[in-house]
């Protein structure tokens, strides 16, 4: 009998506790045992065939096996949160939602403290979030099915995709009484706006008082009018405009609006049933208030989102941002990553290839550049993730086949406030963090 890689993951180490016990319980009462291999670990155990009654010491001391392991599991996740819950006591945090998987499951979901304060509304476990900048990795692993299609290339010029940016210039001299334009070496590429290497600004001069209010089109067209900062591929400047150009790319080749092919595309699939630009009535009254320093910097004050145009619910007023503009929870937030610590694929479905997930994930900006990124991520030689805003955070560690989900809503902190997200890391990978792949 051979047992599948999850299946094996999941009860190897329980077997080689038990194994003495059945092997020679079963053997002493004349029961055939057959071998289980684990090819994950390439370890051979048995247990008994079935037709043959287990002897009914067995059960029992089963339980005494595993009611220690699971008093370990609920004390790791118990200490977890503990870990966590000092920051709210202080006010320093007003709470999170913090997730750990590997590639094939959820190991523990934890809320602690409050999602509003002021009606002591308590963290769940489904609390929304804006991810903000989160939302990258996402519309760039969306271009990259594209790229697995052949319908675009990274390599290609933007223009290529879209006219309006032939002909866009790069400031030579700028101060207060003049600008001074010429002609880049090379025009704007996919692989730059991917990588925050084109020299577009963060935002154009339209994108105010927030970011969500104009259709997609019109912000790209106004990025496409204003002149590059700098030459391609000379410096590292983190850019909305280009992951939006980007997203603006995905719906002229597709044919179809950008929500629409990430719902089509991505979530509808990947089971992501609360990611999205519009939360409904019953969304929005999951999401968590957003809070800043209180006066001199003490105790927590509620904010709103001041990038975003409020209602929320507001499809006529707001927009879709590639760039930043998703809703999500914890659980969709680590099927997307779980996807990609699968190489593009999961449940049987895949959704980008193994070459297109290396080009996300690793190094694409200059080596010459101090700053590492992939398309989309923040990219180390052993993890890849992002950050939003509000403070939000996932990071998955190739290396110890972590993910590792931190959901909070905060325009800054309090106190020690910022330190736990540290603290929830270093929690959690010393609890679960243990590499046995």
């Known amino acids: 009998m051979k047992l599948s890689k999850s299946g094996c993951s999941a009860w190897t180490s329980l077997w080689t506790q038990v194994l003495w016990h059945l092997r020679n319980t079963a053997k002493l009462a004349g029961t055939p045992v057959l071998p289980v291999f684990c090819k994950h670990r390439g370890v051979n155990h048995s247990y008994p065939a079935r037709g043959h009654n287990m002897p009914r010491t067995i059960p029992f001391l089963l339980v005494l096996i595993l009611l220690p392991i699971a008093r370990a599991d609920a004390q790791s996740a118990q200490d977890l949160s503990a870990t966590i819950q000092p920051f709210v006591d202080r006010q320093e945090l007003g709470g999170a939602v913090m997730l750990v998987a590997d590639k094939d499951k959820i190991l523990t979901t934890q809320a602690v403290g409050w999602a509003d304060i002021a009606a002591q509304k308590p963290m769940r476990n489904d609390s929304m979030f804006w991810i903000a900048s989160q939302s990258k990795p996402i519309a760039a692993a969306a271009l990259m099915m594209l790229v697995d299609e052949g319908k675009v290339s990274v390599d290609d010029p933007v223009e290529k995709y879209l006219p309006e940016f032939k002909g866009q210039m790069v400031v030579a001299e700028k101060d207060d009484e003049h600008i001074l334009l010429r002609r880049p070496k090379h025009p704007i590429t996919v692989k730059n706006i991917l990588s925050h290497t084109s020299g577009l600004p963060f935002k154009s001069a339209i994108e105010e008082p927030t970011l969500d209010l104009f259709p997609l089109s019109l912000r790209v067209r106004s990025y496409a009018m204003t ?84 209602p929320l619910s507001d499809r006529t007023q707001r927009f879709p941002m590639p760039a930043g503009g998703l809703f999500s929870t914890a659980h969709d937030v680590a099927r997307f990553y779980q996807m990609l610590l699968n190489r593009g694929e999961l449940d049987g479905k895949r959704y980008l290839s193994e070459t297109a997930v290396e080009q996300l994930t690793s190094r694409q900006t200059p080596p010459e550049l101090p700053t590492s990124y992939g398309f989309g991520f923040s990219v180390s030689e052993t993890t890849f993730g992002h950050g939003g805003a509000y403070s939000t955070n996932t990071t998955a560690d190739t290396q110890r086949g972590l993910i590792l989900v931190w959901l909070v809503q905060h325009a800054g902190f309090p106190g020690e406030g910022a330190k736990a997200q540290g603290v929830f890391k270093n929690a959690a990978l010393e609890s679960l963090g243990k590499n046995d792949q």
């Not at 992951?243 to 629409?260: D, K, L, Y």
């Open 227 to 310: 002149p590059l900062e700098f030459e391609p591929d000379s410096k590292y400047q983190y850019s909305n405009a280009g992951i939006n150009t980007a997203g603006r790319i995905i719906e002229v080749v597709s044919g179809m609006p950008f929500e629409q092919f990430l719902d089509e595309r991505l979530f509808q699939p990947l089971g992501m049933k609360d990611t999205t630009f519009w939360p409904t009535e019953d969304q929005v009254a999951r999401i968590a208030k957003s809070y800043k320093p209180g006066a001199g910097k003490q105790g927590l004050e509620e904010t709103t989102i001041s990038q975003l145009y409020y």
